[in-house]
């Protein structure tokens, strides 16, 4: 993904704010104002995804923000037609988009310029295997190898967070369940494999094999600056490279019983469409249908299984402020590539030693994965929803002492480094973050 500038005067109204009522428009507002001062507000506002209107005469909000906040609503209430196994919400950091900024930021994944992604040829030795033969479910984040969601931010890395976390999981369970996590802004500054582009997008089973042969750095040794910069930076040398338990990249042919059979292996990277409003807005849930479109974004295939629906689990790079705690569930059993295309190109490390079972077996669906709800629209004036921890632990290495305000006197977000100024104490400390006020 990659960063955009939002301009202000861009025509976005197929509502326009100044036809509504002084009720409406009241209630509008205050829904979007409750939005901006959101965890997915606050974060739009960080990285760039918004910029709110400031006035030295009043508070009040321009018609053309309310029109982007609105039109995004009538969305929501089309995407629940549609899917009627998932919710969305204006809860999102990518609420005040319009539809088409977004596919325009989402594709910044993918390398420009290059030739159209073509479908795998090298196929995984069991690719075939009868569907009859495999587990009910898989569920790779009960392993002790499955990291903790990212955020790519700004630039368009996406290929690069799926290419590590892969490579994170395969070097894990190789060597006895032990979690490393590894460099992906080394990849995002050194590989050019394949034609990748740093923040200007990339190709994960490229990286991938490029991992294999030159080793990564540890996350310490070489931390992720691009997403708050939108730059690609400068490949550095400085730390000590390891040799991950990695000997290349299996290519899978595409189609859903390929793509399950390679899981019950390990976790893979898959390419999805994901420029659409059903990503832009998901919240929970099976999501059933995406538009028609040429995959756009990398992202970490970690189970399959079935609650209401059969679904692939998929981890994403937007931060756990999107989704469900950062997961998406896309419908299985659709056939063809898969709900957007989630089983079109997937692609593994190939392990140097032998993997290990994961967790979960066929005996029954996964105890992390929530059963989806029943679609709901947002309320006029919500609290920002709760998001939950991870169910994998994040590596103790990257986050700072829990005693730590970094100069914060508000509420203070470690993982995104930000002080929420204007939340009270118990907000705060329902959320589970750092309370450094008086």
Request: proline share 6%; charged share 15%; hydrophobic share 30%.
């Amino acid at each position: 993904m990659q960063r955009i500038l939002l301009a202000s005067a861009l025509c976005v109204a197929t509502v326009h704010a100044a036809n509504l009522s002084a009720t409406e428009r009241q209630a509008l507002t205050d829904e979007f104002n409750a939005w901006k001062q959101s965890r997915a507000g606050q974060i739009a506002i960080k990285q760039g995804f918004y910029k709110p209107y400031i006035s030295l005469l009043d508070d009040s909000v321009p018609d053309t923000d309310l029109a982007r906040f609105q039109n995004t609503k009538t969305a929501i209430e089309k995407l629940s037609k549609e899917n009627p196994e998932a919710t969305f919400s204006v809860n999102t950091p990518f609420t005040m988009m319009t539809t088409e900024e977004f596919a325009h930021y989402v594709k910044g994944s993918f390398s420009k310029g290059q030739p159209k992604r073509q479908l795998r040829a090298d196929a995984n030795n069991n690719a075939q295997e009868a569907a009859d033969t495999m587990v009910d479910g898989t569920d790779w984040t009960n392993s002790g190898c499955v990291g903790a969601v990212r955020d790519q931010g700004q630039c368009g890395s996406c290929w690069a967070f799926a290419s590590v976390a892969s490579a994170e999981s395969a070097n894990c369970l190789a060597n006895g369940h032990n979690f490393v996590e590894f460099s992906t802004q080394q990849v995002t500054n050194c590989c050019t494999a394949g034609g990748s582009q740093g923040c200007d997008g990339g190709y994960e089973d490229k990286a991938i094999d490029w991992i294999s042969q030159n080793g990564l750095c540890t996350e310490t040794s070489y931390p992720y600056t691009s997403g708050s910069t939108g730059q690609t930076g400068t490949c550095k040398s400085s730390c000590t490279r390891q040799h991950l338990a990695v000997s290349g990249v299996v290519n899978v042919n595409s189609g859903e019983s390929n793509l399950q059979n390679a899981l019950q292996k390990q976790p893979i990277t898959v390419a999805v469409s994901a420029g659409n409003d059903a990503w832009k807005q998901y919240s929970g849930g099976v999501l059933s249908s995406c538009p028609k479109a040429q995959s756009d974004h990398a992202v970490f295939a970690v189970a399959y299984g079935t609650s209401s629906s059969p679904y692939f689990k998929i981890r994403n790079s937007w931060g756990t402020s999107w989704g469900e705690n950062g997961y998406i569930y896309l419908k299985r059993g659709v056939g063809g590539v898969g709900t957007c295309n989630v089983a079109e190109t997937p692609s593994y490390p190939q392990m140097s030693s032998t993997t290990p079972a994961p967790t979960a077996t066929s005996t029954a669906k996964p105890t992390s994965t929530p059963k989806p709800t029943a679609t709901s629209k947002p309320t006029a004036t919500p609290k920002p929803t709760k998001t939950p921890k991870p169910t994998t632990p994040a590596p103790t290495t990257t986050s700072p002492p829990s005693d730590s305000c970094n100069d914060c006197t508000g509420c203070y977000d470690a993982e995104y480094d930000y002080c929420y100024q204007t939340w009270s104490e118990y907000t705060c400390t329902d959320y589970d973050l750092q309370w450094c006020g008086n």
